[in-house]
């Protein structure tokens, strides 16, 4: 890992926060095992860096020290998640890439929805790969992603990058962090060097990676973290224990039992956004809504793209912005980062953003919005100093991991990845998606 550009990506994420250069001045990279082209390695350095800076800052601590090989592992932690000694599978047949006509497409068909939407898009009957491949190979990429996304799938075409989107995207911070309002001034509540945002409330609205690893992030500094999902959403059950640590789950239909959502808005401190921005807005749950009726909260939202409408996931925004090219072994077919480094990117950036949004509350007050996509991630990525080889050590294999027991089963995930002086070395258990109570401690 090249540490002059570990220092230059913790130079955009530090600055994007609006805080001072002299900061960072002492701070020393670590080599991080992602072997990659590009420079994911000085990517999830400088992600973990800036939320355990953040994090330190409001521990009262001045002492940050990480472990590469943490980092490399918490950025892969899918890979090394065992529940009762098996790996869960974390790919559907449906999802992945695929020859048209033309070139190439991603695809993702994880969740059930996902996966009819795309038979649907494509005219077949029945959730077979050869059936998939066959009918992709006879249709123009273009065609087969509007077909699909008509019908509210997921695919994109596998594209080369392109430089000028980058720069474009680049013209506005990594992560936006802007005050709003004139909510009033609130101190943390009982901050200790172990628990720096102990007694904070965080009302998690989020699934899939990048958001509920901003929210475990989140819970390993002390806050009560609550996360909600709407009960015709099922989540997979592996995935929310990969990234639950910390939290508690809880089932809530946002538009039957608005009252109680309302409750828990209105006590809540922090509101993380994981959900199409348009979806969150049709609910009135866009950010400049909330602070409008609670002008005291900090609203993190995430999305894919940047775009209100669009749907998506790190594996496809890695396609569609010429990663995946940059990434292919052998330049024939795509290929991919060693870890979905946009999403845990995103993650650890929005965790930063909140944290330096309650310290500037504690001293300003006010609202405060923060927000980031996984392309605009992929564009920092991107515009990085690069390797002309995959450089790089191979992760570890078998990374530092916790074992819990969690239902009657036994639960192995990989150790935190943020640190800071006097802070906790180990992630408090995960709990069963979902089978807690809509209620603040």
Known sequence: ?????????????????????????????????????????????????????????????EEVRLDGARIAAAYRSERHLRIDGRSPAAWSPLSGFWRTADGWVRTHGNYPAHTAAL????????????????????????????????????????????????????????????????????????PTAAAPLSGVRVLDLTRVIAGPVCTRTLALAGADVLRIDPPQLPEFGWQHLDTGHG?????????????????????????????????????????????AAHPHLVVAQLSAWGTPERRGFDSLVQAASGIAWIESPSGEAPGALPAQALDHTAGYLLAAAVATALHRRAVEGGGWIAETSLRRVAAELLTLPRDPEHSGDAPPEEPATQLFDVAGSSVRTARPAVAWAGGAEGYAPPRPWGRDQAVWR
Request: hydrophobic share 55%.
């Open 1 to 61: 890992m090249n540490a002059a550009t570990a220092r230059a990506a913790l130079a955009g994420f530090w600055a994007a926060l609006g805080e001072e250069p002299s900061d960072i001045e002492h701070v020393a990279p670590v080599p991080v095992p992602l072997p990659a082209r590009l420079p994911v390695a000085a990517l999830a350095w400088a992600g973990v860096q800036a939320a355990s800076l953040a994090l330190a800052r409001a521990a009262g601590a």
């Open 119 to 190: 038979l649907r898009g494509l005219e077949l009957s029945g959730p077979s790969a050869d059936a998939v491949a066959a009918r992709l190979q006879t249709l123009p990429g273009d065609v087969a992603c509007a077909a699909v996304a008509a019908q509210g799938g997921l695919c994109v075409p596998v594209r080369e990058e392109r430089s000028s989107v980058d720069a474009a995207l680049r013209l506005d911070p990594v992560v936006r962090l802007e005050r709003i309002g004139s909510g009033p001034v609130l101190p943390l509540p009982s």
């Open 247 to 291: 939290k508690r789950s809880a089932l809530l239909d946002l538009l039957g039992e608005r009252d109680r959502f309302g409750a828990l808005l209105a006590d809540a401190d922090v509101v993380v956004l994981g959900y199409r921005p348009a979806g969150l807005a049709r609910l009135g749950l866009s950010p400049a809504a909330l602070i």
